[in-house]
T-cell receptor, first 110, second 114 residues
């Protein structure tokens, strides 16, 4: 079954630096979505990249997708304290469900 | 901006009791979902719902669980006889075009079973 797995599990950087998180999966996908979750709160959708796309931008976010390697990366540029959260990739294929990874806990230090 | 809403934000219940978690999806969306997240664990799919019927469900979604769209706006998840292990955050989501489109999540209902 498809599975999104992120690495690293935890990342701590200084404010202003760039943060890169990676996601790997095991099966073919229609799309891959990245979500953010602040502690104990809901999931906020960040970006969706389709299987025929290689790169997508949204503000300070840049997502890449390499279907040959079954991997994706999320880059947050010029990080801010407010970016502190957990970040999840989620993959879906054919059927209706999204499969989430364990997430990367990102901490931005002021 | 339209958003998915959920009520209550926190539900405390005794083991064996029935609970109903409520969701109002985004109004023009046609696909509805429930997920759960046990504390410290990953988000897990429970069920998807389209055209007034379940389109897919996970192994977690056993006979104790049911979903319903009782009117044109609400989407509910019922747990008939809660167990301690049902304690989790339950998220409702909706999308306009199914899996090819973004799923928008609600803020969640934290269910605590005592």
């Amino acid at each position: 079954s498809q599975q999104g797995e992120e690495d690293p599990q935890a990342l701590s950087i200084q404010e202003g630096e760039n943060a890169t998180m990676n996601c790997s999966y095991k099966t073919s996908i229609n799309n891959l979505q990245w979500y953010r979750q602040n502690s104990g709160r809901g999931l906020v959708h960040l970006i969706l990249i389709r299987s025929n796309e290689r790169e997508k931008h949204s503000g300070r976010l840049r997502v890449t997708l390499d279907t040959s390697k079954k991997s994706s990366s999320l880059l947050i540029t010029a990080s801010r304290a407010a970016d502190t959260a957990s970040y999840f990739c989620a993959t879906g294929q054919g059927a209706q469900k999204l499969v989430f990874g364990q997430g990367t806990r990102l901490t931005i230090n002021p | 901006e339209p958003e998915v809403t959920q009520t209550p934000s926190h539900q405390v219940t005794q083991m064996g009791q029935e609970v109903i978690l409520r969701c109002v999806p985004i109004s023009n969306h046609l696909y509805f979902y429930w997920y759960r997240q046990i504390l410290g664990q990953k988000v897990e799919f429970l069920v998807s719902f389209y055209n007034n019927e379940i389109s897919e469900k996970s192994e977690i979604f056993d006979d104790q669980f049911s979903v319903e769209r009782p009117d044109g706006s609400n989407f509910t998840l019922k747990i008939r006889s809660t167990k301690l292990e049902d304690s989790a955050m339950y998220f409702c989501a909706s999308s306009s075009k199914g899996l090819t489109d973004t799923q928008y999540f609600g803020p969640g209902t934290r269910l605590t079973v005592l």
